[in-house]
């Protein structure tokens, strides 16, 4: 089956065989969204209405294969000294899909497109590498002891690590198709993976039991996210919904309704009371638990929103656009506090706990990011 990498990159390799990496990684970008955008209007027409589109992401994906090998031969093995970052320029083997920090901030993990995980003590001292999936990983989580990492990959399966020794300790089997998302519980107790294949999971983190599985989404679901009680989950889909439900008997509770296009993120509030999502129709929306319908929609990103996360304590938030950069919100106003610009192609962030920090996970690997109050314009 091929790679949710291979597939959203529509470009023909061979004719750009002579280009420098980061140029492949630029038209990466630009075709990211391309494609984003002709599975949407794909998603919205009738099947006869769809074989030109469909010739088209045909002929998108077999170039891709030819990007995907000269990517690969020009691989880049990262350095694995005390203080370097992950290697120097952009190769495939230094791209990360996701990056995760623990609750206290000493241990930061990135997934690796190049089917491994890196474990970093916060924020540039390189600890493990985790290695056994053999799909692209494209989702972490780190425990609050900081003694296990989760991840989940195109392989359609969980694995759970020690965050010390970097050995394997378990893989969960169950999805159909790749995990694309994954949470823990606060308590570590619990372990929720979010996949292509539509279905969220519930799985006990000390056996590797699958306790439930949840069913209701459309479309793919690219993002997920636990309450600190462990009793609710919250889906985001690229069927335009997010979905919340019981983590005990997988029951959905609610189908949140008004994004205009695929859901990329979502994430909740320390309290547990407010939802945050992020979507490729340029905005952010704000949900409360009771009630379907938005309490808020942010706007002002002109691309699609990749990701968002929270500061430690709610009062903050961030959102990473394929806009080229990242905004911050005040969560009480909802006002723009600032604009940073960013140089690269990233999809997912991070807020550090205890630091007006963020790091951002994408095509060079990870970048920190010092945050620097600039006027929203």
Excluded at 79 to 84: I, K, L, Q
Excluded at 114 to 133: A, M, T
Excluded at 190 to 196: G, T
């Amino acid at each position: 089956m091929q790679s949710i990498f291979a597939r959203i990159l529509g470009v023909n390799a061979a004719r750009h065989r002579n280009e420098p990496t980061d140029v492949l990684f630029s038209l990466w970008r630009s075709h990211t969204d391309n494609a984003l955008y002709l599975q949407n209007l794909a998603d919205q027409r009738t099947e006869s209405d769809n074989d030109r589109l469909i010739t088209q992401i045909r002929a998108s994906q077999n170039a891709v294969l030819a990007i995907e090998s000269e990517l690969r031969r020009r691989t880049i093995e990262p350095p694995v000294n005390e203080e370097a970052g992950h290697g120097a320029g952009a190769s495939l083997r230094s791209v990360a899909f996701d990056c995760a920090l623990s609750s206290n901030g000493d241990t930061l993990v990135a997934a690796m497109v190049e089917k491994y995980l890196s474990v970093w003590d916060s924020p540039r001292r390189f600890r493990v590498n985790l290695i056994g999936h053999t799909g692209v990983v494209y989702c972490c989580a780190v425990s609050a002891d900081t003694n296990m990492v989760v991840s989940g990959s195109g392989d359609r399966t969980i694995r759970l690590w020690n965050a010390r020794t970097g050995a394997e300790n378990r893989t969960l089997i169950g999805h159909d198709d790749a995990v694309l998302g994954c949470a823990l519980s606060p308590d570590g107790r619990l372990i929720v993976s979010a996949s292509a294949d539509q279905t969220l999971k519930v799985w006990d983190a000390r056996t590797g039991t699958e306790r439930v599985t949840a069913r209701g989404h459309t479309d793919r679901i690219w993002g997920c996210a636990i309450r600190r009680d462990g009793r609710l989950m919250v889906s985001a889909s690229a069927d335009q919904t997010l979905k919340v439900w019981d983590t005990r008997t997988g029951k959905q509770q609610a189908t949140l309704r008004g994004h205009t296009d695929c859901v990329n993120g979502c994430v909740l509030s320390s309290d547990g009371t407010l939802i945050v999502s992020a979507s490729a129709d340029h905005t952010l929306k704000l949900w409360t638990l009771d009630k379907p319908s938005a309490r808020a929609t942010l706007t002002g990103h002109a691309a699609p929103v990749r990701d968002c996360a929270l500061n430690a304590d709610s009062t903050r938030m961030c959102s990473l656009s394929a806009d080229n950069t990242l905004k911050i919100w005040d969560m009480a106003t909802l006002a723009c506090l600032a604009t940073v610009a960013i140089d690269g192609v990233f999809l997912k962030c991070a807020w550090h706990p205890a630091q007006d920090q963020i790091v951002l996970a994408g095509d060079t690997g990870l970048r920190w990011v010092n945050l620097k109050e600039q006027p929203c314009p």
